[in-house]
């Protein structure tokens, strides 16, 4: 059923890796400065990649249109990232450079990921730096006055930049002000509070979208020569994850299903270090940032079912499991080799806290250490969070972590430029799939989201732009009053069902089905009851949701509604792709493949290739094509953090 | 735990606004204070009644969406805490318990517990920004930074926009709000250049938008979930000042 497809052209440039993207960049076509502000942008997002965007296009001289789902651009969720941005710089001459962040970056993705692309980001790494700073961005300092660095999981070097335990914040709000630069020039129109619910294709190419206005629930239209999204990406769809609760794949879905193929959809991250599930009531499960176990030893009582408090089990009787397993790497193991070891040990009946799902990440040793002064100075607002959620302290007693679902390597698929396969429909960040593979090294989300914001999409889209001159269409054309009327339609769809359950409900069990099939370990049996669980979830979703108010009007269960909708469809391309992907490389595990020592065993053979999913109508089962990977400059090997 | 609920509704910008009255059972102390709203929404729309609307987002108090005012406090009782990190184990079990929108002039209600605070992007908008161009910038090492004001820089930045400052004043002014962005971006030498621009235009803005002016009541500073010190406003002030004749 899959087919290697040549409508999958990733158009990577010729030449050594080193030299692509400048190839590239000379050999782009470009559009005369004269006749940039000719040309509609329309941003959809306004996180670290839309939002850089939106202000570098408009300070190109294009006329941009932004919108965000938020009451403000500088809400976007980009702002929750805690512990840093990579960047090659080598300022602290540890032996760091652009190829050996590529190489790191490669391998962390288990080599599910395009080379160039790769290479152009950890190129790209260090001029984002240099912006950030000059926008503004207090990143920490050494006394000297020079940029302060620390160390991440899965990287033997110090190149992480960060501000407090709140890089992402400050990374936001210096994309932030650069766009609200461009609103005070009047180059950016910004449309907050505005939900895309369509994409709008004229002639096969895309050339609008359509919005529901949230504060009014009326549906608006705007036209533009090129679309990008920038909406991030889909661990919602889990019900309980560390995104925040409007994050959705609605507009992601809405291009997918106008024939945008969707890449490794079943390439999810769950995060090793998150307060762990409690009950029925929890909203979302919150993040302590990675950053932690640079000085946090993770472990659980050598005795199954210990209920002693942690302070009266003596160290002999401790399992340092990620140190035991992984001495090289130890507790700052990558991301997916960390999440599967606490499930392990859990499963095993080694787990504490009330539901035995919990490991401890321990600081006792630190303060001995380095006093808890400088411990305070290094994790004070997560350790006071810790302490605000959970009443414990963890400055006295370890803190208590379990892997949550947190980030979507899958996404759009794109081609180098970051083309969808929708002609002028373009997307960035984590809303595309591009440079992580199977699985995201830690503080490089960041770094793509800007990369692909300041840098990658305003350069690569006048190669597209320049082909395509304005042709005078305005949002008067009939294409875009019938996908009003699809999204009108659509909404009084879900109104009228008036069932007997909440959407909540439903989107807790939709997350319960995925969390067990689609989670930390994946078996054939298990994705293929949950793609049948799914689908009848889905019809009883249609026959029985009950929402409450109306459409025109600010009505929250309405979008969270929309949402759920769409979720319940992206779960199962989840489950199929998870299904159809016979090894298990990165966060993509399957108890079926394994070495003997429990870690995922790739086949590179037969799978060395993204699988991008083509849309086939409602209720048929979608089209895999695959790209092939090609490694020149790395040799594929056999993971190891040992 | 169970609770009284004393909550503001109100259908739109222009309709009148009530509290009604609603009882929530089965509240665990560890949830947090929208999970708790949450709870009452599953309730209202199982008995097919009108959820009650708030905004929130990241839940982890850094987004600065939402934004209570919990019997007469902004964000409740606790000191450095946002209302979505605030947890029902601070209230007795069996009370009463308020809650209403930030109210101001410049945060006009949307619905129920929604307001409109557009009004901190336009203040943003009128100079919140250090002018540079994409790709411009120089090495990020070609200026060095003391550290002490690299942090100081930072403990205005930590700024997450919520408007609890301005619930909080009596006047309803935004002057930490502006006060915090013009003291981080002051403070770094590449911000020096727009300094006394950036500071007029921001004020003007902020006047502009129906926020009253700053008596020193100290208000904001206490409900800040940053806790940003009041100092800012005193910066914001002499550079206001001395750039309007011409000193800056």
Redesign the interface.
């Known amino acids: 059923m899959s087919t290697n497809s040549t409508r999958l052209d990733a158009r990577i440039p010729d030449g050594n890796l080193q030299d692509k993207w400048s190839n590239h960049k000379g050999s782009i076509k470009l559009v005369n400065p004269a006749n940039k502000r000719k040309y509609k942008v329309i941003v959809v997002g306004t996180g670290l990649a839309g939002g850089a965007a939106a202000a570098t296009l408009a300070e190109l001289g294009y006329n941009v249109q932004s919108f965000c789902i938020q009451d403000s651009p500088r809400r976007a969720h980009s702002v929750a990232a805690q512990g840093g941005i990579n960047a090659a710089k080598n300022y602290q001459n540890d032996g760091d450079s652009e190829y050996r962040l590529f190489y790191d970056t490669i391998k962390g993705g288990d080599y599910r990921a395009r080379e160039a692309n790769v290479y152009r980001l950890a190129q790209l790494s260090t001029s984002i730096i240099d912006q950030c700073v000059a926008a503004g961005v207090p990143f920490a300092r050494e006394y000297g006055g020079t940029l302060a660095n620390r160390s991440f999981g899965g990287a033997q070097v110090s190149r992480t930049f960060y501000a407090r335990g709140q890089t992402g914040q400050q990374l936001l709000l210096g994309a932030y002000s650069g766009l609200m630069r461009q609103v005070d020039a009047g180059r950016v129109e910004l449309f907050s509070r505005r939900e895309m619910l369509e994409l709008v294709m004229v002639e096969g190419r895309a050339r609008g979208i359509i919005c529901r206005n949230l504060v009014t629930g009326e549906v608006e239209k705007y036209a533009a020569d090129a679309v990008c999204i920038a909406t991030g990406g889909y661990s919602t769809v889990f019900f309980l994850s560390t995104m925040a609760v409007n994050c959705n794949a609605s507009a992601i879905w809405r291009c997918y299903k106008h024939g945008a193929m969707f890449g490794n959809p079943c390439f999810t991250q769950i995060h090793p270090t998150c307060l762990p599930q409690s009950g029925k009531d929890q909203s979302k499960l919150t993040l302590m940032s990675e950053s932690l176990r640079n000085d946090g030893r993770v472990w659980v009582p050598k005795t199954k079912g210990d209920k002693r408090p942690p302070q009266d089990i003596p160290e002999s009787e401790r399992d340092y499991y990620l140190e035991r397993k992984y001495p090289a790497f130890g507790n700052l193991a990558p991301r997916d080799i960390a999440s599967r070891a606490a499930k392990e040990v859990c499963d095993a009946g080694y787990g504490v806290g009330p539901t035995g799902y919990s490991v401890y990440l321990d600081f006792g040793e630190a303060v001995d250490r380095l006093g808890e002064k400088t411990i305070r100075e290094r994790y004070g607002n997560l350790f006071s969070m810790y302490h605000e959620i959970t009443d414990e302290d963890p400055y006295r007693q370890p803190m208590r972590i379990y892997p949550a679902p947190h980030y979507t390597m899958g996404g759009l698929w794109v081609d180098y430029n970051l083309m969808t396969t929708v002609p002028g429909l373009y997307a960035l960040g984590e809303a595309n799939f591009s440079d992580h593979g199977a699985n995201r090294l830690g503080a490089s989300a960041l770094m793509q989201g800007l990369a692909d914001g300041y840098f990658v999409l305003p350069t690569t889209i006048s190669d597209y732009l320049a082909e395509h001159r304005p042709d005078g269409l305005t949002a008067d054309d009939a294409a875009f009053d019938a996908s009003m009327k699809q999204v009108s339609d659509r909404t009084q769809r879900l109104l009228s069902v008036n069932g007997k359950k909440t959407v909540r409900e439903y989107h807790w069990q939709l997350g319960r089905i995925l969390w067990e099939e689609v989670g930390m370990a994946r078996h054939d049996k298990g994705l293929k009851s949950a793609i049948s669980d799914i689908q009848s979830l889905r019809q009883d979703f249609w026959n029985d949701v009950q929402i409450g108010g109306q459409g025109e009007e600010f009505n929250k269960n309405l979008e969270f509604a929309g949402r759920v909708a769409d979720f319940l469809e992206l779960g199962e391309l989840m489950a199929r792709d998870a299904l159809e992907r016979k090894e298990s490389c990165g966060g993509h595990f399957r108890t079926e493949y394994q070495t003997d020592d429990g870690e995922a065993l790739r086949n590179d053979e037969d799978f060395c290739h993204v699988a991008a999913w083509e849309y086939q109508g409602e209720d048929a089962v979608p089209a895999r094509h695959t790209e092939s990977l090609d490694f020149e400059n790395v040799k594929l090997s056999q993971r190891s953090y040992k | 735990m169970k609770f009284t609920l004393n909550v503001w509704r109100q259908e739109?910008p222009t309709a009148s606004g009530r509290f009604e009255d609603y009882q929530v059972t089965d509240i665990?102390p560890?949830?947090?204070f929208?999970?708790m709203l949450?709870?009452l929404?599953?309730q209202?729309?199982?008995q097919?009644?009108?959820?009650v609307?708030f905004?929130?987002?990241?839940?982890?108090?850094?987004?600065?969406?939402c934004g209570l005012v919990i019997n007469g406090k902004a964000h409740g009782p606790?000191q450095?805490?946002t209302t979505c990190?605030l947890?029902m184990?601070h209230y007795s079990d069996g009370s009463t318990i308020t809650v209403e929108p930030f109210r101001a002039t410049g945060f006009p209600v949307?619905?129920d517990l929604?307001v409109?605070?557009?009004a901190?992007?336009r203040i943003?908008?009128?100079?919140?920004?250090?002018?540079?161009?994409?790709?411009?910038?120089?090495?990020?090492?070609a200026?060095?930074?003391?550290?002490a004001i690299?942090?100081k820089?930072?403990d205005s930045?930590?700024c997450?926009?919520c408007g609890a400052c301005v619930a909080a004043c009596p006047n309803a002014s935004a002057s930490l709000f502006v006060g915090a962005k013009l003291n981080?971006?002051s403070l770094?030498p590449?911000?020096e250049a727009e300094r006394g621009r950036r500071a007029v235009r921001m004020v003007e803005q902020m006047d502009a938008e129906g926020f009253g002016n700053c008596s020193n009541h100290g208000e904001c500073e206490a409900a800040c979930p940053k806790e940003i010190s009041i100092k800012v406003i005193s910066r914001m002030r002499r550079d206001a000042l001395r750039a309007s004749f011409g000193r800056l």
């Open positions: 739109g665990a560890e949830m947090s929208l999970e949450d709870a929404n599953e209202l729309v199982q097919g009644k009108r959820a609307e905004d929130s987002d990241c839940r982890e108090g850094i987004c600065g969406t606790k450095a805490c990190e947890r184990r949307i619905r929604v409109d605070r557009s901190f992007d943003i908008a009128a100079g919140g920004y250090i002018s540079t161009n994409t790709g411009s910038a120089p090495d990020a090492n200026i060095p930074i003391a550290k690299a942090e820089a930072m930045a930590a997450i926009g981080q971006l770094l590449q911000g």
